[in-house]
Nanobody, 120 residues
Framework: QVQLVESGGGLVQAGGSLRLSCAASGSIFTINAMGWYRQAPGKQRELVARIISGGPTHYADSVKGRFTISRDNAKNTVYLQMSSLKPEDTAVYYC??????????????WGQGTQVTVSS
């Protein structure tokens, strides 16, 4: 129904930067919000950053000042610019989107995840 395709993960040294992208496609009427979550081994999935349709953003305290979320509404794409990366940022990063589909129902969709590894 709706597919989220992530890209941009990889291996980076501490202090480095990465940019994640997530493109939504399928039976989309409109997108209410898009965001990024992450899950490290042995830990619960946690919200990293989220952006609402009108532009308001929310960040986890642990990434404030280092990560920036942005969105291209025309492309149904969300980005996460990650800077000053730390080893504790190592995790699988998942894209999430709250989508109003063409039937006008609202659902949450997840991407397949992309690995981010930060070496010390």
């Amino acid at each position: 129904q709706v597919q989220l395709v992530e890209s941009g993960g990889g291996l980076v040294q501490a202090g480095g930067s990465l940019r994640l992208s997530c493109a939504a496609s399928g039976s989309i009427f409109t997108i209410n919000a898009m965001g990024w979550y992450r899950q490290a081994p042995g830990k619960q999935r946690e919200l990293v950053a989220r952006i609402i349709s009108g532009g308001p953003t929310h960040y986890a305290d642990s990434v404030k000042g280092r990560f920036t979320i942005s969105r291209d509404n025309a492309k149904n794409t969300v980005y996460l610019q990650m800077s000053s990366l730390k080893p504790e940022d190592t995790a699988v990063y998942y894209c999430n989107s709250e989508v109003v589909v063409t039937s006008r129902a609202t659902s949450n969709f997840w991407g397949q995840g992309t690995q981010v590894t930060v070496s010390s």
